[in-house]
Structure formats: C-alpha cells, structure tokens
C-alpha cells in the first residue's frame, strides 16, 4: 500500500514555505547530553512563527488553495496551535478563516487566533466543549454551511509534508553543525501529522534513522493503535500536553506510523513539568507542555525507548505556546 505522502511531497512543502517559514535553530546542550549520555540536537519549534511547527503544516495546505477556495476561505478545528497556524496563514494569503476551538484551550491560544483574525472579513473563532461534542462534525457542518474548504490538523496530505520540513532542517542543520547525521529522532504525538511527515523526511535522508513517537500517558491511542494494528480511538484524554490530546491517528498518518515509526512510549504530566523547568532554567527557552513529549521521554529514559547513549539524537520541540501564568503554576509544582 502507497503512503499518503512521499520524500518529494516534503521538498516541494520546503519551496513552498520558503521565505515564509523561519529556518528555526537547533539547540544543544551540555547538561543535557550529560544527563542523558547522548549527543542531542533539539529543533526550536518554540520559536517558529505563531510559536509551533504548525505554521509549516497550515502554510502548506492554504499555499494549494485554488483562486475560488481562498475568496471563500478555510475553516480548522484545533486546541490551538493549528488554529493560530491556520488564522495567521490565512491572513497572509489573503483569505477569510473560521477556526472551532474548545472553550478551554488556553487563553494566549486562543487570544492570538482572533488577533490573528482582525481585519480579515468573515473570519471568526467558534467554541464548542471538548469533551461533550465532536469538533470533526462541527467543522463538516461549517464547512458544508459555508461553502468553505476544511483543513485538519493532522490527516492531510498537505499539513503532513508541511510537518516533515521541520525534520528535513533538523538533518540538514545537524550536517552543517558537525557533518553527521542522525541516530534516533524523538517526535510528540497527538494524531501524528509531525510525526508521520518527519519520519518520512527522516528515513529518506538518513537510511535507518530510527524514529519514536511520545504521547502523554493518558492519551496513548497510537500506542494502543500500534499493538492491535488498527486506528484505536479513545476518550479525549485529560493531561496539560493539550497539543496531544487527539482521540485517534488520522487514516493517512496511521499507514504511515505504522511503517516508518520504531514504536511509541509515553511520559507522564509530571515528567513534562521537569522538561518544562530544564528548558526553562537551564537552556532559556519557554517549551509547551507537548513540546517536551520528546525531551522528557529521553530524559527520563521512557519504558520501550531504547538505550541512546552514545547515540546522536534529534528532538523536536514542537512549539512554545503556553499561558505565562500557567507555566508559573506548573514550575511551581501545580498540576492540578
């Protein structure tokens, strides 16, 4: 069976964002390579415009919009960081955008959608309760009502390649750091479009790379998936890495884990926390809590994660867009 995208979907995503992207940093760290006795390259997502990798997804998709899709726009359904990707994007292309978020997505997410929005005529945010309606029906309904065009935030061919850029950088910056490549490349995990689309750039560009997914410990529908070979779907779960907190793998992002992903292992609330004060105290970079999915399973050295030490490995902080008082409260020891 074909996957859903190739090596070549993402390069042609590269041209696309080119110019519009930031080509973000890749950080290292001593502490860190001591802690975990790996030579680690994390890619800053963190600091990608709107503050995620999402942007690279939702640019993508809106940049294959025909002329008659961007007057009658794009309507996304998203916890945040698609959201803000698709409003931002669609206001530098010129288009209107109505984004379905649940009423208690964080207040800097949702208050940089609609900033995002201002000035752009028919575009809106539409609240809905996460855990009592369904944001995929809310979106179709829109869509159909509106005559708009529905971008996921996961399974789409599109926002898949999109996402698999931030890995090609990750790779081409490492050579250029030090001319090596990649052993293992540490990916967060929420319907796996990041993950799907970088381990398709991965493969390709380091033959044998092995690529793990980390998804919080209450939201482990891939892994779940993964074991019984089908695309499990569970309750929207309950954990601060809100960014993760998907029912189910995508149908095209599910073929895709299944081939080119060594496997999934989770990480606990707390231990994103710790990431979260690492970042923060010692590297000088606010990460979200889903951002640290992949840090904090390396540094806890998360269970099915196989011994990396001596290994050069990649991790891909996925964004940074996280109430400041929040983190307070986090770093502070609230996770209540």
Same mark, same amino acid.
């Given at each position: 069976?074909?996957?859903?995208?190739?090596?070549?979907?993402?390069?042609?995503?590269?041209?696309?964002?080119?110019?519009?992207?930031?080509?973000?940093?890749?950080?290292?760290?001593?502490?860190?390579?001591?802690?975990?006795?790996?030579?680690?390259?994390?890619?800053?997502?963190?600091?990608?415009?709107?503050?995620?990798?999402?942007?690279?997804?939702?640019?993508?998709?809106?940049?294959?919009?025909?002329?008659?899709?961007?007057?009658?726009?794009?309507?996304?359904?998203?916890?945040?960081?698609?959201?803000?990707?698709?409003?931002?994007?669609?206001?530098?292309?010129?288009?209107?955008?109505?984004?379905?978020?649940?009423?208690?997505?964080?207040?800097?997410?949702?208050?940089?959608?609609?900033?995002?929005?201002?000035?752009?005529?028919?575009?809106?945010?539409?609240?809905?309760?996460?855990?009592?309606?369904?944001?995929?029906?809310?979106?179709?309904?829109?869509?159909?009502?509106?005559?708009?065009?529905?971008?996921?935030?996961?399974?789409?061919?599109?926002?898949?390649?999109?996402?698999?850029?931030?890995?090609?950088?990750?790779?081409?910056?490492?050579?250029?750091?030090?001319?090596?490549?990649?052993?293992?490349?540490?990916?967060?995990?929420?319907?796996?479009?990041?993950?799907?689309?970088?381990?398709? !750039? /991965?493969?390709?560009?380091?033959?044998?790379?092995?690529?793990? &997914? #980390?998804?919080?410990?209450? =939201? +482990?529908?891939?892994? *779940?998936?993964?074991?019984?070979?089908?695309?499990?779907?569970?309750?929207?779960?309950?954990?601060?890495?809100?960014?993760?907190?998907?029912?189910?793998?995508?149908?095209?992002?599910?073929?895709?884990?299944?081939?080119?992903?060594?496997?999934?292992?989770?990480?606990?609330?707390?231990?994103?926390?710790?990431?979260?004060?690492?970042?923060?105290?010692?590297?000088?970079?606010?990460?979200?809590?889903?951002?640290?999915?992949?840090?904090?399973?390396?540094?806890?050295? !998360? /269970?099915?994660?196989?011994?990396?030490?001596?290994?050069?490995? &990649? #991790?891909?902080?996925?964004? =940074? +867009?996280?109430?400041? *008082?929040?983190?307070?409260?986090?770093?502070?020891?609230?996770?209540?």
């Amino acid at each position: 069976m074909s996957l859903a995208i190739t090596f070549d979907d993402v390069a042609r995503a590269a041209r696309h964002l080119a110019g519009h992207a930031h080509r973000t940093p890749v950080l290292t760290s001593r502490t860190a390579d001591a802690r975990t006795g790996a030579r680690v390259f994390y890619k800053a997502e963190n600091l990608q415009r709107m503050g995620a990798f999402k942007f690279r997804g939702a640019f993508n998709a809106l940049s294959h919009f025909t002329p008659e899709q961007r007057v009658r726009g794009v309507i996304a359904y998203s916890s945040g960081n698609h959201a803000q990707a698709i409003a931002l994007s669609a206001r530098m292309l010129g288009m209107p955008s109505v984004i379905v978020m649940p009423h208690d997505a964080p207040a800097a997410k949702l208050a940089a959608t609609r900033g995002y929005q201002e000035g752009q005529a028919g575009s809106e945010v539409v609240l809905y309760d996460r855990y009592t309606e369904d944001r995929e029906a809310i979106g179709a309904r829109l869509a159909a009502e509106r005559g708009m065009t529905l971008v996921p935030p996961y399974d789409h061919p599109h926002v898949m390649a999109g996402q698999g850029t931030a890995a090609l950088e990750l790779i081409e910056q490492v050579r250029e750091l030090d001319g090596g490549g990649l052993d293992a490349l540490l990916v967060c995990v929420g319907g796996g479009g990041l993950v799907s689309g970088c381990a398709v !750039a /991965a493969h390709h560009l380091v033959p044998g790379v092995q690529v793990w &997914g #980390v998804e919080p410990e209450a =939201g +482990n529908d891939t892994q *779940r998936s993964l074991a019984e070979g089908r695309i499990v779907h569970i309750d929207t779960p309950k954990t601060i890495a809100d960014g993760a907190q998907t029912q189910h793998s995508g149908t095209l992002t599910f073929p895709v884990i299944q081939a080119l992903v060594s496997g999934i292992v989770t990480v606990s609330d707390a231990q994103l926390v710790e990431a979260m004060r690492f970042f923060a105290e010692r590297m000088k970079i606010v990460v979200e809590p889903t951002g640290c999915l992949g840090a904090a399973a390396l540094f806890e050295r !998360a /269970a099915g994660l196989p011994d990396l030490r001596g290994a050069r490995v &990649g #991790v891909i902080l996925s964004g =940074g +867009n996280v109430d400041v *008082r929040r983190l307070g409260e986090l770093l502070a020891g609230g996770l209540a």
